[in-house]
Every structure is written in C-alpha cells, then in structure tokens.
DNA sequence: TTTGTATAGATGTATAGACAAGTTGGAGGC
DNA sequence: GCCTCCAACTTGTCTATACATCTATACAAA
C-alpha cells in the first residue's frame, strides 16, 4: 500500500489513504479508526509516522482524539446564518437541530483602553461581560463573550438571569433595537479556557467573528466576540436580508 | 527554564515560552528564531520535542520554517475589509499596503449539479471559471475562483486579459451592477495547489470565504471562493456601507 | 451493592540515532 | 575574477524504545 521510491512521505501517503476512506464514507460519524498500532502493523510503519499521518487528518478536523479511547471520524459542518438581526436559537433550529445556551458568567470590569475605543467610552467606565457558551445538539458550539456599558444598561446583569435572548431584552426593558453593524472573521487557535469549554484539542483552528452592534440612532450597544469550532461549522453572512 | 516536576508537558512549556519572546516583539517580524538544535541544547531537550513546541507556533501562524534555512517570525495580520461592493485594489490602498493580481488561469467549463444550483442555470450550461492570485507587497495573499455564466457574459474570456477589475468590466460591457449578496465563511486547510500559490505549508489553516453576487434585479452573476491565507489576514464585514 | 485493585489497551510524551534534502558560503581550480 | 564543488548547517522524515496517563473491564474485597 505505501510506496517507498516514489518520494512521497510515507505518513503523507497514509494520511491520503485515510481522508479517501473517510470521504467515500467507509466510515460514519463517530465511528472509531484503527488503532495507531494496528495502523502501524497493517501499513509496516513505526507507531510515530502513523500519528503524523493522522496528526493531518486532526489539523484538518476530519477526525478526532480520545485519550485512553481511540480516534475517531469527525462529523459534517453545521451552517450559521449571520445577518443585521440574528438569533443564535433560530440561526439553528433553521437547520434542524436543537440549540441551548448557558451563562457561564456575568462582572464588571473598567473599560481600558482597548474596550473604550470599541465601545466609544471613557476608559474609566463600568462594562458588563456576559459570557455565554452555546449548543447544538448538546454539544458546545461556540463561545461568546460580550461587552455592554454600564452606565447605559445599569441593572443588566440582573436581568438576565436565565434569560439569553440579550437582543430582547435590551429592547423591552431599555427600548433599545440593536443591529448588528459589522464582523470581522478570522481565523484563530483557541486558548485552554476554549478548549476546556468546548471540549475540543489544541489542534482545532477556531473562527472567531468579532462583531458590533448599534442602536438605531447609531450610538454603540454592544461587543462581541464569539469563537466557532472551526470543525464543526461554516459562518455565512446576508448582506441585505433582515434576518430574524 | 523547563520544570518537569508541574506536569505540564515539556513542549508545551517550550511553546509558552517562545509565545511569550515573540509577544513581547523580542524577535521581530522576519528574523530567525533560534535553530532546533540550539534550542535542544539551551533547554536541555530532545531536538523532537523541540520540533513539538514549534509545531504549535506554527499551528498558530506564529513562525513559518523554511527547509535549509530555518525558522521565522511572521508578521502580523492585515485587515481586509468586505461589503456590497468591495474591491481588493481599494481595500488593499486603504490599509496603506500595495496590492497586486495575477489572472493565473481562464476556462470553460460544463456546470455540473453543484454550480447550476449555485448559478440558477441549466446543468449542461457552458461557466467561464477565472483564477486570480492576488498579491500584498510582492505576497501571495489570497487565491479567488470565479464562477460566471457564459450564456450571459460570452465573451468575457477575451476582454479580462489584463484587466482584474470584473465588476467594473462587467458594468462597461453589459451593462450589469453587481452587489454582493452573501458570503460564507469557513476555515479550512490548504489543497496542495494552494500550498504552491500562496506558498505556505499544509500547516497554515485558511479563511475560505464564498460569495454570490446578483444584479440589481437579482439575477446571478457571480459565485466566487477565495482561499485567505488565516496567518495573513483577518476579514470584516460592514453589513450597511457600500464599500467601494 | 459498592469499592478498590489489577490488567490490558489506547493515546501522550520524551529520548536517541540515522539519513534525506535544501541552503549557504568558502576553498580551490580555472 | 569567476565558477564548481564540497562541507557544514538547516529542517524533514523514519525508526526504535521507554514510560506516563487515561479508559474500560474484570474480579476480589468490604
């Protein structure tokens, strides 16, 4: 099966085996590869060259690592729908699946000099962040954090308790309607509070979409900063639609 | 420097330490870092573990190697910016750098069952495909495939040699304003051919973005991809302005 | 039933050595 | 002066071995 002469790395070689036996769909979702050693012995290769090949298929989010467990195929993208109004929970139910939220914290901080650049605010300034990590089908999907000024949303934190519909809530108690007003995507690796959150390895390049939001007078609401697995979906963005 | 007492892996200690050097802009954009066997010997370390540690510099688009050579710093992402009507030229100027295109390649070919989707034709359609390599300060930057139809732009082919301004072409000889109605964002790794165009390694995760542009009474005109290398750049998105 | 222990098997980490292949610069020949 | 070629140095690939750590299971002990 590996070609030795043809000047091709071996691990190359395999890693390509592998992607066509996953793309022709030998193996489903979820389903666990041969082991590093069985690998080894099968091809005639050292244990270490087999954890190259699949070293590609991990950068590539084709598979995935279970210490103790063994490795296994990755599932499909899921496609998130970004526009001037979007909703994480319709974005999702949109494509069939089933998404949930949890706050993991609410505090304060001073603004800095970066935030109140952002936020168009004294650095001095009271913000609140809201940090949110969200589901699809029971598993973590991305993380948000979000910045807001106190001092125009003084009782924010109280409110939301339980309640993630931010959006909503700025418009009934604050008489505010924000709308998303640009996002900046990048591609990014994550830190180990990612991957700790969303449960995922440092090999994993995350998208993270930095966005703002303004009322309707133009004075800033919010930012944002939210992380994707990079593996587990596209990001798309309607530049005229209202979304919902 | 290494402590091998705290369980913490001794290539992750590496990495965090190089991070930290390069954060602090000890090195600077384009200069070496120390060679693996330098290293090695510095921290008391095998030259493999040394390797582990840059390979997550890599990961991130910290440092690129260079076979023979040895390994560099990069420089920092540049900011592309997106609307309705972007071009890369304009957008390029703005950030004060200097843009260039390459046309790499002009075809035809039949649309097949995803394109005609894509393009709202026939499967048996005739679609112009057009490579372009663009360039910022002399680097390959991103790499663009544009889909268009040939029933409705049939000598296209003939009239872009040269020119990389499309829209405007498309504006001068039929007549057709194109506004960019959706994007999609994605990361991915690099195909072979875009390690050779934009030279880069299969290590560096790309910013893969596809879009669809219609005339101003919503017929299709284009459904592009263009592959941003993810260490160079990041992408934003103004869901109001009209660019330009 | 619950808890602890032992074991096998999986991935993770670290070391050592060897050779391949690309780059560079200098010694030596012309 | 110019060129060729070689040696030294760089990263790339492959093998071999050892032990750590985590998972799952089986089985014994409380």
Redesign the interface.
Known sequence: MINRENGVACYQQLSQILIEQIEKGIFKPGSQLATEIELSKRYRLNRHTVRQAIE?LE???LVYKIKGKGTFVASD?I?YKV??RTSFTTSILDVGLNPDARLLDSYEIAAGKELSKRLNIQSSDRVIVLEILRFVNKTPFCHTTSFLSKTKFPELRSLISGSFSLFGLLKKHYGVDA???????????PESSDMDMLNIS??V???A?KSISKDQKGGMVEYCITKFR??M????????GEGR
Chains 1, 2 share one sequence.
């Open positions: 590609r950068d590539e989010g993208k496609n526009s001037k709308l998303r007003k640009s996002s900046t995507f990048e591609v990014s690796m440092p090999k390049p995350m998208l979409v990079g593996d979906c596209s990001v798309s963005v309607d530049f005229n």
